[in-house]
């Protein structure tokens, strides 16, 4: 993964001990060989059937949902979904916390859109041609000066009925801790007048506690944030979905609404303490 190159980007500080502690044995040493060998050669498989995504079939968006929960089953992930009821509203931006490349499909598996992702993910081997073929609007976190052309792509998108988005947090956590969300891409929702949906991701183990095994963070590269999905025992991701928010006339005011939402606070100025992980951030509640 790639690091911060300038002072005023958006970075996480988490690093090996976040990971250290979200982690769990993995098991025994044949049993791992084959959970990493069933899941590769049905990933492989499924491999071929991405162009149906790009195909304008009726009822594609609930062939995405499908396709979505499928690439997690391979990878040794189940979804849950909770919360309000998913509405089928044309024009809507959807935002949620950000821990990793996984969180593509498991929003997709709930309400598939177009992303808001790094422009270096259109590159990436298999998931670029997945990237590609849901329509990915690409931003340069090197080249900020362009984030305007962002949004108005993305309220363009807005208007036209579909369904965008976005991390508001510029960047990747480790899913025990978090960061601000950033108000700029609600500026689309309040451009093109349409609501937004906050959804709360979180990964856990099969006992319930949290995960980091499904994060992507610091010097991670892709093949080693794979490698340690592939690797573990089943993870399981809930997604609960949160109230509908209005967009109003003031991007800050709802970045702060839509992230008390995520974060499950009670009200956008609610003080917020909680225990540290690994690399000693707050843990998400």
């Known amino acids: 993964m790639s690091t911060r190159t300038h002072a005023w980007l958006p970075a996480a500080s988490c690093g090996p001990g976040c990971i250290a502690a979200g982690a769990a044995a993995a098991g025994r040493r044949p049993v791992v060989m084959l959970r990493v060998a069933l899941r590769a050669t049905l990933t492989i498989l499924l491999l071929p059937t991405l162009p149906l995504l790009a195909v304008p079939l009726p009822g594609r968006s609930h062939l995405q949902r499908r396709y979505c929960r499928v690439v997690l089953r391979c990878l040794g992930i189940r979804i849950t979904v909770s919360g309000g009821p998913v509405r089928n509203l044309p024009g809507v931006l959807v ?4 821990v990793s490349w996984v969180d593509i499909f498991a929003i997709g598996a709930v309400m598939p859109g ?7 993910m259109v590159g990436w081997p298999g998931l670029g041609t997945l990237a590609r073929m849901m329509k990915v609007i690409p931003i340069d976190r090197d080249d900020l000066r362009r984030l305007p052309e962002v949004v108005r792509a993305v309220a363009d998108r807005l208007r036209a009925g579909r369904t965008v988005v976005a991390f508001p947090e510029g960047t990747t956590w480790c899913g025990l801790a978090y960061g601000p969300f950033r108000p700029a891409m609600f ?3 309040i451009d093109a007048g349409r609501p937004v949906q906050p ?3 979180s990964y856990h183990h099969r006992d319930g506690s949290r995960s980091t095994v499904a994060s992507y963070i610091g010097d991670d590269s892709l093949l080693t944030s794979i490698r340690r999905l592939v690797t573990a025992r089943r993870t399981v991701v809930h997604v609960r979905v949160e ?3 209005l967009p109003g006339e003031d991007r800050r005011d709802l970045a702060a609404r839509c992230e008390a939402a995520v974060r499950g606070t009670p009200s956008p100025n609610a003080a917020w303490a909680a225990p540290a992980c690994g690399d000693g951030h707050a843990l998400v509640a």
């Open 114 to 120: 177009a992303f808001v992702a790094k422009a270096e």
């Open 95 to 98: 935002v949620s916390g950000h």
């Open 187 to 189: 500026q689309a929702a």
């Open 199 to 201: 959804l709360r991701l």
């Open 243 to 245: 109230s509908l928010q």
